[in-house]
Protein backbone atom coordinates (compact mmCIF):
# COMPACT_ATOMS: atom_id res chain seq x y z
CA UNK A 1 0.00 0.00 0.00
CA UNK A 2 2.82 2.50 -0.15
CA UNK A 3 3.68 5.02 2.76
CA UNK A 4 -0.12 6.95 2.30
CA UNK A 5 -2.45 4.30 3.14
CA UNK A 6 -1.54 2.46 6.74
CA UNK A 7 -3.81 -0.15 6.09
CA UNK A 8 -5.51 -0.35 9.33
CA UNK A 9 -7.30 -3.58 10.75
CA UNK A 10 -9.78 -0.62 11.50
CA UNK A 11 -10.39 1.83 8.73
CA UNK A 12 -11.75 4.75 11.09
CA UNK A 13 -9.88 7.99 9.82
CA UNK A 14 -7.88 8.40 12.46
CA UNK A 15 -4.08 7.39 10.92
CA UNK A 16 -4.59 8.87 7.52
CA UNK A 17 -6.01 12.40 8.74
CA UNK A 18 -5.31 15.32 6.74
CA UNK A 19 -2.81 12.90 4.23
CA UNK A 20 -3.31 14.48 0.76
CA UNK A 21 -1.95 13.19 -1.40
CA UNK A 22 -3.13 10.10 0.15
CA UNK A 23 -6.42 8.81 1.44
CA UNK A 24 -6.71 11.20 3.97
CA UNK A 25 -8.15 14.95 4.18
CA UNK A 26 -6.88 18.57 3.18
CA UNK A 27 -7.69 19.77 6.45
CA UNK A 28 -7.66 18.12 9.78
CA UNK A 29 -9.85 14.99 8.71
CA UNK A 30 -12.10 15.23 11.69
CA UNK A 31 -15.08 14.97 9.48
CA UNK A 32 -13.91 10.92 7.84
CA UNK A 33 -13.69 9.82 11.50
CA UNK A 34 -16.68 11.31 12.73
CA UNK A 35 -18.69 9.32 9.81
CA UNK A 36 -16.92 6.28 11.35
CA UNK A 37 -17.80 6.68 14.76
CA UNK A 38 -21.57 8.00 14.06
CA UNK A 39 -22.29 4.43 12.59
CA UNK A 40 -21.01 2.93 15.82
CA UNK A 41 -24.18 5.13 17.82
CA UNK A 42 -26.59 3.35 15.52
CA UNK A 43 -27.49 -0.10 17.09
CA UNK A 44 -29.53 -2.82 15.36
CA UNK A 45 -32.45 -4.40 17.78
CA UNK A 46 -32.56 -7.84 17.42
CA UNK A 47 -35.95 -9.96 17.28
CA UNK A 48 -35.41 -13.80 16.57
CA UNK A 49 -39.40 -14.01 17.46
CA UNK A 50 -39.96 -14.47 13.86
CA UNK A 51 -40.51 -17.57 11.34
CA UNK A 52 -37.53 -18.47 9.95
CA UNK A 53 -37.75 -18.30 5.57
CA UNK A 54 -34.70 -17.86 3.20
CA UNK A 55 -32.62 -14.35 3.36
CA UNK A 56 -32.75 -12.29 0.37
CA UNK A 57 -30.11 -9.60 -0.46
CA UNK A 58 -31.17 -9.15 -3.89
CA UNK A 59 -31.53 -5.33 -5.55
CA UNK A 60 -32.71 -3.60 -8.47
CA UNK A 61 -31.37 -0.29 -9.76
CA UNK A 62 -32.62 1.27 -13.34
CA UNK A 63 -33.20 -1.81 -14.51
CA UNK A 64 -30.17 -3.61 -13.39
CA UNK A 65 -30.14 -6.60 -10.85
CA UNK A 66 -28.09 -6.92 -8.58
CA UNK A 67 -26.91 -9.66 -5.30
CA UNK A 68 -26.31 -6.65 -2.90
CA UNK A 69 -27.17 -3.19 -2.75
CA UNK A 70 -23.64 -2.26 -2.18
CA UNK A 71 -21.58 -0.39 -4.64
CA UNK A 72 -17.76 0.46 -5.11
CA UNK A 73 -16.90 4.06 -4.81
CA UNK A 74 -15.50 5.77 -7.15
CA UNK A 75 -11.80 6.25 -7.10
CA UNK A 76 -9.26 8.18 -8.96
CA UNK A 77 -5.27 8.79 -9.00
CA UNK A 78 -4.28 5.14 -6.87
CA UNK A 79 -0.96 5.85 -7.97
CA UNK A 80 -0.85 9.41 -6.41
CA UNK A 81 -3.08 8.27 -3.27
CA UNK A 82 -1.84 4.95 -2.69
CA UNK A 83 1.01 3.03 -4.59
CA UNK A 84 2.32 2.69 -7.60
CA UNK A 85 1.31 -0.77 -7.21
CA UNK A 86 -1.11 -0.12 -9.27
CA UNK A 87 -2.25 2.56 -11.72
CA UNK A 88 -5.75 3.91 -12.96
CA UNK A 89 -6.19 1.54 -15.85
CA UNK A 90 -4.76 -1.37 -14.28
CA UNK A 91 -6.66 -0.60 -10.97
CA UNK A 92 -10.27 -0.20 -12.29
CA UNK A 93 -9.38 -3.25 -14.92
CA UNK A 94 -9.23 -5.15 -11.52
CA UNK A 95 -12.21 -3.39 -9.63
CA UNK A 96 -15.00 -3.56 -12.01
CA UNK A 97 -14.35 -7.03 -13.25
CA UNK A 98 -14.49 -8.23 -9.59
CA UNK A 99 -17.31 -6.29 -8.52
CA UNK A 100 -19.47 -8.06 -11.35
CA UNK A 101 -18.32 -11.14 -10.77
CA UNK A 102 -19.42 -10.74 -6.91
CA UNK A 103 -22.53 -9.79 -8.24
CA UNK A 104 -22.42 -6.21 -7.51
CA UNK A 105 -20.94 -3.19 -9.55
CA UNK A 106 -18.74 -0.01 -9.41
CA UNK A 107 -18.70 3.59 -9.54
CA UNK A 108 -15.29 4.57 -11.57
CA UNK A 109 -13.68 8.03 -10.98
CA UNK A 110 -12.29 10.94 -12.57
CA UNK A 111 -9.23 13.37 -12.17
CA UNK A 112 -6.42 15.51 -14.59
CA UNK A 113 -5.37 12.81 -16.07
CA UNK A 114 -7.55 11.53 -18.70
CA UNK A 115 -6.86 8.39 -18.54
CA UNK A 116 -8.70 7.99 -15.40
CA UNK A 117 -12.10 8.58 -17.12
CA UNK A 118 -10.67 6.63 -20.13
CA UNK A 119 -9.55 3.71 -18.20
CA UNK A 120 -12.81 3.75 -16.33
CA UNK A 121 -15.06 3.71 -19.21
CA UNK A 122 -13.23 1.03 -20.99
CA UNK A 123 -13.59 -1.54 -17.53
CA UNK A 124 -17.28 -0.45 -17.62
CA UNK A 125 -17.71 -1.34 -21.33
CA UNK A 126 -16.16 -4.90 -20.59
CA UNK A 127 -18.60 -5.53 -18.20
CA UNK A 128 -21.61 -4.95 -20.60
CA UNK A 129 -22.22 -1.32 -19.26
CA UNK A 130 -22.38 -2.61 -15.61
CA UNK A 131 -20.39 0.50 -13.81
CA UNK A 132 -21.44 4.11 -13.07
CA UNK A 133 -18.71 6.40 -14.27
CA UNK A 134 -18.47 9.42 -12.47
CA UNK A 135 -17.51 13.06 -13.50
CA UNK A 136 -15.89 15.77 -11.33
CA UNK A 137 -17.67 19.15 -12.00
CA UNK A 138 -15.38 20.26 -15.15
CA UNK A 139 -16.92 23.02 -17.13
CA UNK A 140 -19.54 22.09 -19.58
CA UNK A 141 -16.94 21.94 -22.24
CA UNK A 142 -15.11 18.72 -20.39
CA UNK A 143 -18.14 17.40 -19.16
CA UNK A 144 -19.49 16.94 -22.62
CA UNK A 145 -16.29 14.83 -23.45
CA UNK A 146 -16.56 13.11 -20.31
CA UNK A 147 -20.18 12.08 -20.80
CA UNK A 148 -19.11 10.79 -24.59
CA UNK A 149 -16.91 8.09 -23.22
CA UNK A 150 -19.85 7.15 -20.83
CA UNK A 151 -21.84 6.45 -23.74
CA UNK A 152 -19.11 4.85 -25.42
CA UNK A 153 -19.04 2.45 -22.59
CA UNK A 154 -22.37 1.70 -22.73
CA UNK A 155 -22.69 2.94 -19.35
CA UNK A 156 -26.48 2.25 -17.39
CA UNK A 157 -25.71 5.43 -15.13
CA UNK A 158 -23.66 8.08 -14.89
CA UNK A 159 -22.78 9.61 -11.67
CA UNK A 160 -20.91 13.80 -10.87
CA UNK A 161 -19.41 14.29 -7.64
CA UNK A 162 -20.10 17.91 -6.97
CA UNK A 163 -18.45 17.62 -3.63
CA UNK A 164 -15.18 16.78 -5.22
CA UNK A 165 -15.77 21.15 -6.04
CA UNK A 166 -13.51 21.22 -2.81
CA UNK A 167 -10.64 19.09 -3.83
CA UNK A 168 -7.31 21.69 -3.84
CA UNK A 169 -6.88 20.62 -7.89
CA UNK A 170 -10.30 21.30 -9.25
CA UNK A 171 -10.08 24.96 -7.50
CA UNK A 172 -7.07 25.47 -9.25
CA UNK A 173 -8.21 23.89 -12.82
CA UNK A 174 -8.44 26.09 -16.07
CA UNK A 175 -11.23 26.88 -17.29
CA UNK A 176 -12.99 26.87 -13.78
CA UNK A 177 -14.73 23.71 -12.07
CA UNK A 178 -16.34 23.55 -9.04
CA UNK A 179 -20.34 23.75 -8.00
CA UNK A 180 -22.56 23.51 -9.95
CA UNK A 181 -26.39 25.58 -9.96
CA UNK A 182 -29.34 23.78 -10.68
CA UNK A 183 -29.62 24.99 -14.24
CA UNK A 184 -25.84 23.97 -15.07
CA UNK A 185 -27.22 20.45 -13.60
CA UNK A 186 -30.01 20.62 -15.37
CA UNK A 187 -28.38 21.24 -18.66
CA UNK A 188 -26.01 18.06 -17.77
CA UNK A 189 -29.19 15.91 -16.86
CA UNK A 190 -30.36 16.88 -20.75
CA UNK A 191 -27.21 15.45 -22.33
CA UNK A 192 -28.04 12.10 -21.07
CA UNK A 193 -29.88 8.94 -21.99
CA UNK A 194 -28.94 6.86 -18.34
CA UNK A 195 -29.99 8.35 -15.24
CA UNK A 196 -28.22 10.60 -13.53
CA UNK A 197 -26.86 10.22 -10.16
CA UNK A 198 -25.72 13.42 -7.72
CA UNK A 199 -22.75 12.47 -5.27
CA UNK A 200 -22.05 15.14 -2.53
CA UNK A 201 -25.69 15.93 -1.04
CA UNK A 202 -25.48 16.47 2.69
CA UNK A 203 -28.54 18.53 3.41
CA UNK A 204 -32.10 18.29 1.87
CA UNK A 205 -32.33 21.56 0.65
CA UNK A 206 -29.70 20.13 -1.69
CA UNK A 207 -31.54 17.20 -2.39
CA UNK A 208 -34.07 19.12 -3.47
CA UNK A 209 -32.23 20.75 -5.66
CA UNK A 210 -31.00 17.42 -7.41
CA UNK A 211 -34.08 16.59 -8.05
CA UNK A 212 -35.21 19.91 -9.31
CA UNK A 213 -32.65 19.51 -12.11
CA UNK A 214 -33.37 16.43 -12.83
CA UNK A 215 -31.37 13.69 -11.13
CA UNK A 216 -32.75 9.95 -10.64
CA UNK A 217 -30.51 9.41 -7.54
CA UNK A 218 -28.43 11.30 -5.47
CA UNK A 219 -25.29 9.98 -2.79
CA UNK A 220 -25.84 11.50 0.92
CA UNK A 221 -21.89 12.05 1.09
CA UNK A 222 -19.35 14.55 2.17
CA UNK A 223 -16.58 13.47 0.17
CA UNK A 224 -15.36 10.49 2.56
CA UNK A 225 -14.74 13.60 4.88
CA UNK A 226 -11.76 14.73 2.99
CA UNK A 227 -12.65 18.35 1.57
CA UNK A 228 -14.89 20.24 4.32
CA UNK A 229 -13.44 20.15 8.17
CA UNK A 230 -16.70 20.35 11.00
CA UNK A 231 -19.19 18.23 8.51
CA UNK A 232 -21.98 16.66 10.34
CA UNK A 233 -21.40 12.66 9.20
CA UNK A 234 -23.43 10.82 6.49
CA UNK A 235 -25.26 9.02 9.12
CA UNK A 236 -26.33 12.09 11.22
CA UNK A 237 -27.85 13.34 8.19
CA UNK A 238 -29.52 10.82 6.16
CA UNK A 239 -33.28 10.37 7.63
CA UNK A 240 -33.95 13.91 7.08
CA UNK A 241 -32.86 14.31 3.27
CA UNK A 242 -34.81 10.65 3.20
CA UNK A 243 -38.02 12.37 4.45
CA UNK A 244 -37.45 15.29 2.21
CA UNK A 245 -37.37 13.26 -0.80
CA UNK A 246 -39.83 11.36 0.48
CA UNK A 247 -39.49 8.60 -2.47
CA UNK A 248 -39.12 10.78 -5.36
CA UNK A 249 -35.18 9.26 -5.90
CA UNK A 250 -33.00 6.74 -5.28
CA UNK A 251 -30.76 7.65 -2.34
CA UNK A 252 -27.09 6.10 -1.80
CA UNK A 253 -24.82 6.98 1.17
CA UNK A 254 -21.20 6.34 1.85
CA UNK A 255 -18.89 7.78 4.24
CA UNK A 256 -17.75 5.36 7.38
CA UNK A 257 -19.10 2.26 6.24
CA UNK A 258 -17.28 -0.47 7.19
CA UNK A 259 -19.34 -3.83 7.04
CA UNK A 260 -22.79 -5.79 6.43
CA UNK A 261 -24.45 -4.37 9.74
CA UNK A 262 -23.69 -0.78 8.99
CA UNK A 263 -25.10 -1.51 5.61
CA UNK A 264 -28.28 -3.02 7.46
CA UNK A 265 -28.33 0.38 9.73
CA UNK A 266 -28.08 3.02 6.45
CA UNK A 267 -30.91 0.88 4.81
CA UNK A 268 -32.94 0.75 7.94
CA UNK A 269 -32.78 4.98 7.65
CA UNK A 270 -34.09 5.08 4.54
CA UNK A 271 -31.32 4.23 2.07
CA UNK A 272 -31.63 2.28 -0.96
CA UNK A 273 -27.90 1.38 -1.50
CA UNK A 274 -24.11 1.88 -0.19
CA UNK A 275 -20.96 2.87 -1.37
CA UNK A 276 -17.78 1.85 0.13
CA UNK A 277 -14.45 3.08 -1.35
CA UNK A 278 -11.32 2.95 0.73
CA UNK A 279 -11.84 -0.48 1.78
CA UNK A 280 -12.27 -1.95 -1.80
CA UNK A 281 -8.95 0.22 -2.60
CA UNK A 282 -7.27 -1.93 0.19
CA UNK A 283 -8.86 -5.06 -1.30
CA UNK A 284 -7.39 -4.93 -5.28
CA UNK A 285 -4.11 -4.22 -3.18
CA UNK A 286 -3.74 -6.78 -1.16
CA UNK A 287 -5.50 -9.47 -3.10
CA UNK A 288 -6.74 -8.24 -6.30
CA UNK A 289 -9.99 -9.60 -7.77
CA UNK A 290 -9.78 -12.49 -5.12
CA UNK A 291 -9.69 -10.05 -2.16
CA UNK A 292 -12.53 -7.59 -3.72
CA UNK A 293 -14.90 -10.59 -4.15
CA UNK A 294 -14.07 -12.54 -0.86
CA UNK A 295 -14.45 -8.62 0.70
CA UNK A 296 -18.43 -8.34 -1.00
CA UNK A 297 -19.15 -11.75 -0.01
CA UNK A 298 -18.09 -10.92 3.30
CA UNK A 299 -20.20 -7.85 3.33
CA UNK A 300 -23.18 -9.63 1.75
CA UNK A 301 -23.04 -12.53 4.38
CA UNK A 302 -23.08 -9.57 7.63
CA UNK A 303 -26.30 -8.17 5.70
CA UNK A 304 -27.82 -11.91 5.66
CA UNK A 305 -26.67 -12.44 8.98
CA UNK A 306 -27.89 -8.86 10.60
CA UNK A 307 -31.35 -9.25 8.43
CA UNK A 308 -31.97 -12.90 9.85
CA UNK A 309 -31.74 -11.51 13.58
CA UNK A 310 -33.64 -8.31 13.06
CA UNK A 311 -36.70 -9.82 11.08
CA UNK A 312 -36.07 -8.98 7.64
CA UNK A 313 -36.46 -11.23 4.96
CA UNK A 314 -35.59 -9.17 2.32
CA UNK A 315 -34.33 -5.47 1.71
CA UNK A 316 -37.97 -4.28 1.51
CA UNK A 317 -38.54 -6.01 4.83
CA UNK A 318 -35.74 -3.77 6.97
CA UNK A 319 -37.49 -0.90 8.41
CA UNK A 320 -36.29 2.40 10.98
CA UNK A 321 -37.85 0.45 14.08
CA UNK A 322 -34.93 -2.42 12.88
CA UNK A 323 -32.40 0.28 14.62
CA UNK A 324 -32.01 2.60 17.34
CA UNK A 325 -29.48 5.78 17.46
CA UNK A 326 -27.41 5.85 20.70
CA UNK A 327 -25.83 9.42 21.43
Not at 65 to 82: L, Q, R, T, W
Amino acid sequence: MGNLCKLCKVCDGKACKNTIPGPGAKGTGDVAIRNFEKWRDVRVNMDTLVEKKTISTDFKLFGKEFSAPIFAGPIGAVKMHYSDEYDDRSFNKVLIKACNEAGIAAFTGDGMDDDQMVSGCEAVKEADGRGIPTIKPWNIEMIKKKIELTKEANAFAVAMDIDAAGLPFLKNFTPPAGSKSVEQLREIVKLLDVPFIVKGIMTPKAALKAKEAGASAIVVSNHGGRVLDQCPATAEVLEDIVKATNGSMKIFVDGGIRTGVDVFKALALGADAVIMARPFVSSVYVGAGEAVKAFAEKLKSELEDTMAMCGAYSLDDISRDMVSIFK
